[in-house]
């Protein structure tokens, strides 16, 4: 999904100004008058400003700047709603009937990375925090309480953040819902993953995430 932009064009009038004539002259022989030159020259018209107001441009995707997106497609047929989505090389997938469960090998081949991506139509509780904290329940991937995070931006869409723990990876969910549909993109880690790691893995793939 990925911004929404609407102007209005004015018409600009312009004033033009006649100065006044001086009358000069001076008697002939005869007493007659000769009238003087008539000069005139326009003012400059100013434009007036315009009252069309711009409109505020949406909120900037938080991986638009992602050097290296994923490049393999995805077959997206069971999930509602998500237009597009390219994942990483070498990746194996496996189709749900509302969900793709993606994972590829780490790079040194001792345990995966992966991706789900679900869409819904059943309604979320309403506010994010109860539909972090219902996901991290219901996922079955979280051990204890799921921490709450910044929201992110993909394709225009506001995601809330979670993240939690299990005991051999790190769980990082990313939830939308409107009350129409609802989203849910779920990426797990390797414990041993730095931060920049971990970061560069997700945002490869959030970068190319499209909502229809």
């Known amino acids: 999904m990925r911004a929404y932009v609407g102007a209005h064009g004015a018409p600009i009038a312009a004033v033009m ?83 793709v469960i993606v994972a590829v090998p780490s790079a040194d081949r001792s345990s995966f990375q992966t991706l789900t991506l679900g869409s819904e139509t059943l309604s979320p509780p309403a506010s994010s925090e109860e539909a972090v904290r219902y996901w991290a329940r219901s996922s079955g991937l979280v051990e204890g309480r799921a921490e709450v995070l910044d929201p992110v931006v993909v394709d225009g869409l506001e995601l809330q953040h979670a993240r939690g723990r299990n005991g051999v990876e790190v769980v990082d969910g990313y939830l939308y819902a409107d009350g129409a549909i609802a989203y849910r993109v779920i990426f797990t880690t390797p414990l041993d993953y730095t931060e920049a790691q971990r970061d560069e893995a997700i945002g490869q793939v959030m970068a190319t995430l499209e909502f229809e």
């Open 17 to 99: 100004l006649a100065t006044g004539v001086a009358l000069s002259g001076c008697a002939d022989d005869e007493g007659a008058e000769t009238p003087a030159p008539v000069s005139a020259a326009p003012s400059s018209g100013a434009a007036e400003p315009s009252t069309t107001e711009e409109p505020e441009p949406g909120p900037e995707d938080t991986w638009a700047d992602v050097e290296d997106p994923a490049t393999m497609k995805v077959p997206l047929k069971s999930v509602d709603g998500v237009e597009g989505v390219r994942v990483w090389e070498g990746s194996r997938f496996r189709v749900n009937p509302s969900a």
